[in-house]
């Protein structure tokens, strides 16, 4: 072809790129917290299919009217006064 010149190809890094290799400290860093952000969401994703799956077993049993103590359900009126 051109006279046996290799033909420079864009997988091949050049040759007068940085000798290290490795990833930086902010390059370590984000790639860390981007590790942890997936693992968060995906037992967010988790819980949520649970919690569609079956709804009433994460509710609790008692209600919230069930701590009023000597009133009775209706008379919220008199109590914040």
Known sequence: MDGGQPVPSPLVPLENTSSDSSMSLE???TFVF???LFIFLGILIVRCFRILLDPYRSMPTST???GLEGLE???FDH???
Request: aromatic residues 6%.
């Open 64 to 66: 919230w009217a069930d």
């Open 34 to 36: 981007v590790i942890l």
């Open 73 to 75: 359900k209706g008379q």
């Open 79 to 81: 109590a914040l006064a």
């Open 27 to 29: 390059q370590k860093t």
